[in-house]
């Protein structure tokens, strides 16, 4: 069984540009969740996809916005990027409502 | 709003000497409450879920307990390896997101 993999690992961009992360779920999950973690904070809701529909949304401007695929991989992509997008970006996903897995998570950097 | 709070932000054990972290959670609803340890730039990884008052999940040295406001972390003679940060997160209402403490960081000296 193949767990939650996102990928870059690393990114570095400059303020004003846009970045997309992607996200291939667990087998088997329908459900995928996007999380940003700044150094020494907990992770931070950002939204989460169920069937391709968006199922909820946490306090992040529209600038920040996703897509699920029919595989229920998914992207999360930033547009006009600011210093304070730089954090951990945490991917997990679920079957419906039971417990969320992580991926290992994509480190950006805003310049 | 849900809230949760870890204390304390940071604990130091020698190897062999027992402890405990706290979570304690104001939520409207619980639907389930999650601990998560998370090692150095590494995603979260899924220890335990607790549902209801008085549940109690262990896992060779920890062991998870609930109350109506509270859930506690023990931790039964450390090893080194057990140093990371421990995450307690809750979920509520009719959604499905996670809401997350700032974490503990375990420090476990041999």
């Known amino acids: 069984e193949t767990g939650v993999t996102q990928s870059p690992t690393h990114l570095i961009k400059t303020r004003g540009q846009q970045v997309t992360l992607r996200c291939s779920s667990q087998s088997g999950h329908n459900t995928v969740s996007w999380y940003q973690q700044a150094l020494g904070q907990g992770p931070q809701f950002i939204f989460q996809y169920y069937r391709e529909e968006e199922n909820g949304r946490g306090n992040f401007p529209p600038r920040f916005s996703g897509l699920q695929f029919p595989n229920y991989s998914s992207e999360l992509n930033v547009n006009a990027l600011e210093l304070d997008d730089s954090a951990l970006y945490l991917c997990?996903?679920?079957?419906?409502?039971?417990?969320?897995?992580f991926g290992p998570g994509t480190r950006l950097t805003v310049l | 709003e849900d809230q949760v709070t870890q204390s304390p932000e940071a604990l130091r054990l020698q190897e062999g000497e027992s402890s405990s972290l706290n979570c304690s959670y104001t939520?409207?609803?619980?639907?389930?409450l999650f601990w998560y340890r998370q090692d150095p730039g590494k995603g979260p990884e899924f220890l335990f879920t607790l549902y209801s008052a008085g549940e109690e999940k262990e896992k060779e040295r920890l062991k998870a307990t609930l109350t109506k406001k509270e859930s506690f972390l023990h931790i039964t003679a450390p090893k080194p390896e057990d140093s990371a940060t421990y995450l307690c997160a809750v979920v509520s209402g009719a959604n499905s997101k996670l809401t997350f403490g700032k974490g503990i960081t375990l420090s476990v000296r041999p």
């Open positions: 939520v409207s609803g619980l639907r389930g």
């Open positions: 997990a996903s679920s079957l419906t409502d039971n417990e969320q897995f």
